[in-house]
């Protein structure tokens, strides 16, 4: 079965670092997204991406986050400048069209030191 | 602002024990409510989308249904392997895709 896979899995960081977390959606998906879970707290949209744009983002998704798809399979969010605020789980997600099931990430847990 | 409520927050149950799980929600027309189960570290794993009022959906011992209000999650003879949390989600009008989550029930089925 097709699946959303996410490098890295776990991945410590200090302070101020920039860190890219990889993606890479379903193959025929055309809709991609982040989302994050803070440790014990409700799973929060971070942004949505469709044709090569960003179709909507959150208030948490600030200046120092981006995203980008440099290839036809890969999608990364960078986070530049990372804080501890920024430790959680961040999750990949991407469905075919839009209004269709949207498959999650096993996710890339980020420590932020 | 979409809001998603579920109910209880955590739930232990007797191997064979059904119950069901709540998802209370607002939102400014449903497009989509999904439900996703969640195991410790590891991301949602899709299992149901509902689409209007009255739907209803099945697959093992799970099966969803729909109001205008809340979704309920039915579990019926639950397995120690029916252990994980549980996650309900809406997607709200056309041209938003964003999913608006709850933060879940905690279900432990105990053999």
């Known amino acids: 079965e097709p699946e959303v896979t996410q490098t890295p899995s776990h991945q410590v960081t200090q302070m101020g670092q920039e860190v890219i977390l990889r993606c890479v959606p379903i193959s025929n998906h055309l809709y991609f997204y982040w989302y994050r879970q803070i440790l014990g707290q409700k799973v929060e949209f971070l942004v949505s991406?469709?044709?090569?744009?960003?179709?909507?983002k959150s208030e948490i998704f600030d200046d120092q986050f981006s995203v980008e798809r440099p290839d036809g399979s890969n999608f990364t969010l960078k986070i530049r400048s990372t804080k501890l605020e920024d430790s959680a789980m961040y999750f990949c997600?991407?469905?075919?069209?839009?209004?269709?099931?949207?498959?999650f990430g096993e996710g890339s847990w980020l420590t932020v030191v | 602002e979409d809001q998603v409520t579920q109910s209880p927050e955590a739930l232990r149950l007797q191997e064979g024990e059904s119950s069901s799980l709540n998802c209370s929600y607002t939102v400014s027309g449903l497009r989509g409510l999904f439900w996703y189960r969640q195991d410790p570290g590891k991301g949602p794993e899709f299992l149901f989308t509902l689409y209007s009022a009255g739907e209803e959906k099945e697959k093992e011992r799970l099966k969803a249904t729909l109001t205008k209000k809340e979704s309920f999650l039915h579990i019926t003879a639950p397995k120690p392997e029916d252990s994980a949390t549980y996650l309900c989600?809406?997607?709200?009008?056309?041209?938003?895709?964003?999913?608006?989550f709850g933060t879940g029930t905690r279900l432990t089925i105990i053999p």
């Open positions: 989600a809406v997607q709200a009008n056309f041209g938003n895709e964003k999913l608006t």
């Open positions: 991406f469709y044709n090569n744009e960003i179709s909507e």
């Open positions: 997600a991407s469905s075919l069209s839009s209004g269709n099931t949207i498959y």
